[in-house]
């Protein structure tokens, strides 16, 4: 196998659904039993197994927990470092809009010649902290109303909620 051949993408889906689900039902009954179980690989030679590493005993329960879902996976590698179109479709966000991020100074990058490289932890990072400003957004436009509540009140706090966050938008 070439290396272009181990390092390109691939999907699968389920066949056997019924040894799939044997070993969805291992997997989290060991779970259920031990918070840190140990996972062995054992080959031919039932006298030689080798311990699974924490990443891939999770990327296994992941990618079984979606065939038992009846979902296909597709495993794709990728190195630490992203490009920034790659660090784009991470975010769910078009490349316009990371390249101003990293003018903006809110996601560290480096450059190599003229491109720009962003490490997959800082994407990550980033991804997170997007979400609680999200939901820290929408919290923020959230107001409790009961039928007491003055309808003309309210709508003049959400159109201020409304105007705080979009200045704090423009801010950043």
Do not use: C, F, W
Not at 93 to 121: E, F, M, N, W
Not at 135 to 151: C, G, K, M, P, R
């Amino acid at each position: 196998m070439s290396t272009t051949e181990t390092l390109a993408s691939s999907t699968h889906s389920a066949n056997d659904t019924q040894l799939l689900g044997r070993v969805y039902d291992m997997l989290t009954a060991d779970e259920a039993l031990d918070p840190v179980p140990r996972y062995y690989l054992v080959g031919s030679m039932k006298d030689h197994p080798v311990e699974l590493p924490e990443e891939v005993y999770q990327v296994l329960r992941r990618v079984v927990d979606a065939m038992q879902k009846g979902l296909s996976v597709t495993i794709s590698p990728t190195s630490q470092t992203l490009t920034t179109q790659q660090a784009a479709d991470l975010l769910g966000v078009s490349r316009p809009t990371l390249i101003k991020a990293l003018d903006g100074g809110r996601l560290p990058y480096t450059r190599s010649g003229s491109h720009r490289r962003i490490a997959l932890t800082d994407v990550l990072d980033y991804r997170e902290k997007r979400r609680l400003e999200q939901y820290a957004a929408i919290d923020a436009l959230s107001v409790d109303i009961d039928e007491t509540t003055d309808i003309d009140q309210t709508l003049a706090d959400l159109k201020e909620a409304r105007k705080a966050v979009a200045a704090k938008r423009r801010g950043r």
